[in-house]
């Protein structure tokens, strides 16, 4: 998702990933479906302990036919398995340069995240790598670019279609997703909206937020589903309960286009079964939304409130 919103979690930069994904169904994931090392992975030379920032040095130019990953350091517990969510550190680098691209700093307050999709066409070299890790692992991965970017690179990144990437990866955590949800319809306490004006107006009753995820339709559209796959183009407004105030929106300037499955889980509970053209209002408790802790994220702890109208499905 180029447009950046609150509706997504922490991912690797705009111009590395195009969107994430969040949500999906998960899989399994047997011993022989692991990414074997090769001998480009095993000729990146990295210095220094997980949790620390590497040192790393290769002989550039540097690539592979296929992905490969080699694991410095062994972690424990949950492997990662096709649709978990894994949350680490890296580093990443130009395998034809040897140049450095970015790196999330190792120990600083903003790793990456990033779901495994293993079906996807763009950038499936770090869900291959990725799968199977376990939090406390340390690995190194070639990403050519047949399984990376492709022709088109990265111009952003200064990444042509023609250079590998070389990643050092610190797993700190494997999340698997959760269970799905359904909004229950909202008939009281509905707030007042008027879509009469640009940006909407939505007018918060008192009483609070309801316990549960709600939705009510403003506006029935006759378009096409939604599905739990789907990409979309949105207007919406996000309003915290607890503030009043709103956090973010696309009203009023350009609507957003997104994946279904790369927003958080009460915004895409409302999406889900909706038809193209429907405006309606889905009010999301903090745990479905950004968790209970103030300190995780900036709407960590809030009820939010989302008006959202679905204006097409993206092929």
């Known amino acids: 998702m180029r447009r950046r919103s609150a509706l997504v979690s922490t991912g690797l930069s705009a111009a590395l990933l195009v969107s994430l994904a969040a949500c999906v169904p998960s899989g399994t994931t047997a011993e022989g479906d692991c990414t074997p090392a090769g001998s480009a992975s095993a000729a990146v030379r990295v210095d220094g302990a997980f949790g620390s920032t590497p040192a790393i040095d290769f002989d550039a130019p540097l690539t592979a036919e296929a992905t490969q990953?080699?694991?410095l350091e062994e972690g424990e517990g949950q492997a990662a398995v096709d649709g978990d969510?894994?949350?680490f550190e890296y580093s990443l680098y130009n395998g034809e340069s040897g140049d450095e691209i970015e790196t999330t700093g190792f120990g600083g307050a903003t790793p990456a995240s990033f779901?495994?999709?293993?079906e996807?066409?763009?950038?499936?070299?770090?869900?291959?790598?990725?799968?199977?890790?376990?939090p406390g692992t340390r690995l190194t991965i070639v990403v050519p670019p047949v399984d990376g970017f492709g022709e088109e690179g990265v111009p952003a990144l200064e990444l042509?279609?023609?250079e590998s990437l070389v990643f050092v990866i610190d797993v700190l955590e494997v999340q698997s997703?959760?269970?799905?949800v359904t909004p229950s319809e909202w008939t009281e306490g509905v707030p007042e909206?008027?879509?009469?004006?640009t940006p909407p107006v939505v007018t918060l009753p008192e009483g609070g937020a309801p316990d549960e995820l709600v939705l009510a339709v403003l506006e029935q559209g006759d378009g096409d589903v939604v599905s739990d796959d789907a990409t979309v183009l949105v207007d919406y407004q996000g309003t915290s309960w607890q503030t009043g105030e709103i956090f973010d929106q696309s009203f009023g300037a350009s609507p957003a286009t997104f994946p279904v499955t790369g927003v958080i889980q009460g915004f895409a509970a409302g999406l889900i079964g909706q038809q193209v053209g429907t405006t309606l209002l889905v009010s999301i408790p903090a745990d479905l939304a950004y968790g209970p802790d103030p300190e995780a994220h900036p709407l960590g702890g809030q009820d939010l409130l989302f008006l959202v109208t679905i204006i097409d499905i993206v092929e």
């Open 193 to 197: 909206v008027d879509l009469g004006v």
């Open 177 to 180: 997703p959760p269970e799905p």
């Open 115 to 118: 779901t495994i999709d293993t």
């Open 69 to 71: 990953r080699t694991v």
């Open 160 to 162: 042509s279609g023609s």
């Open 85 to 87: 969510t894994i949350t």
């Open 120 to 134: 996807a066409e763009q950038f499936a070299g770090i869900s291959k790598a990725l799968t199977c890790s376990t």
